[in-house]
């Protein structure tokens, strides 16, 4: 007689979901963090360094070229009683003009030596971390959505009556055992069916789609009072339960931005979108693409809306689909679907 399996804690593997799906996003963020500051002092030398030191060593130039000719004035010229004029402050004046001139083309010298060996060292440090920015861009997503798929199957297994479960359990392990005693074509397709949740969901990369560019969103200018309307459908109990179980999010301080479109219809299909560690896009996935922006604080827009508190607090690179009706889809990294599961 079949048995029905120990789910012990699903409980756990709720929590370790969450926790992968957190040290995906600060992975995510150090990484970014870090080419940031990479690109950031390598522009600073190419361009700020070398331009100043350029300069430096240009004025440097004219100041020792006006010390020495007064010099030369000193030395070829007699004074009024025909006497010979004293030169010493030209002759320290051209010396300090050289040490200062010595010094700047010591200076670009050097800033010249620090890019070449920031490029190797560049060069080393992605192709070094270029597996693990992988894993973290793939492997995690991945991996989340296969935890979700088995939560989903486990939460369908607990749910189901005695009887369907020692019957399921049956025909599971006669289709799991061939005439040979060997593994059935169910488990390949199940590996089929994990390898083909672990691609991007369509309908996600048609919302992702509809989100502008981020130089637009950084230019989106603050919202007046009379600017605040959000025709976005209200989530329910259920709802925002759903987004937390399927997105896991992770809380946004107040002063960080969110962006919205303006003037969009009622009845709109609206996508809530974690673009970055401190901005929230809001807009529409249907009809024409918004004609403007605006942006509030995440305290500002939980004062109005805070029923969708879950919602922009989605995982970096999720997003929350919410129809007139409510919520329609939840998407995690990768462009996963994450709820519902189908």
Excluded at 243 to 251: G, L, N, Q
Aim: charge should be negative; proline fraction near 6%.
């Amino acid at each position: 007689m079949a048995e029905g399996a120990k789910v012990n804690s699903i409980d756990a593997i709720k929590m370790f979901r969450i926790y992968l799906a957190k040290f995906g996003e600060y992975a995510g963020v150090a990484l970014g963090d870090a080419e940031s500051e990479v690109n950031r002092t390598m522009m600073w030398l190419e361009t700020e360094q070398q331009a100043f030191w350029i300069a430096r060593i240009r004025k440097c130039q004219e100041l020792l070229a006006r010390a020495e000719d007064a010099l030369r004035q000193k030395t070829l010229f007699k004074d009024a009683s025909g006497s010979r004029q004293s030169a010493v402050d030209e002759q320290k004046a051209v010396m300090i003009a050289k040490k200062n001139l010595a010094e700047a083309q010591e200076k670009m010298a050097n800033t010249k030596s620090w890019i070449r060996k920031l490029q190797k060292e560049i060069t080393m440090y992605r192709g070094g971390m270029g597996r693990f920015a992988g894993a973290i861009s793939g492997g995690v997503p991945a991996a989340i959505a296969q935890l979700g798929n088995t939560l989903s199957l486990l939460d369908q297994y607990v749910s189901a009556a005695p009887t369907e479960v020692a019957s399921t359990t049956g025909e599971m392990a006669a289709s799991a055992v061939g005439a040979d005693g060997g593994s059935a074509p169910s488990m390949a397709r199940g590996a089929e069916a994990l390898v083909e949740a672990a691609k991007p969901d369509p309908q996600a990369v048609a919302y992702r789609g509809k989100i502008p560019a981020l130089e637009v969103l950084d230019f989106a200018p603050a919202a007046e009072e009379g600017e605040l309307a959000l025709p976005i459908a209200t989530p329910n109990a259920d709802d925002r339960q759903h987004i937390v179980a399927s997105a896991m999010p992770i809380p946004l301080n107040g002063d960080d931005r969110v962006v919205f479109a303006k003037d969009v219809p009622a009845g709109a299909t609206w996508v809530v979108a974690r673009i970055s560690g401190t901005c929230v896009y809001l807009g529409p996935v249907d009809g024409p693409p918004p004609a403007a922006y605006n942006a509030i604080s995440v305290k500002r827009l939980l004062e109005l809306r805070p029923d969708l508190a879950e919602a922009i607090a989605v995982t970096m690179g999720g997003m929350v689909a919410i129809g007139p009706n409510g919520l329609q889809a939840v998407f995690g990294q990768g462009d996963l679907r994450s709820w519902p599961l189908v």
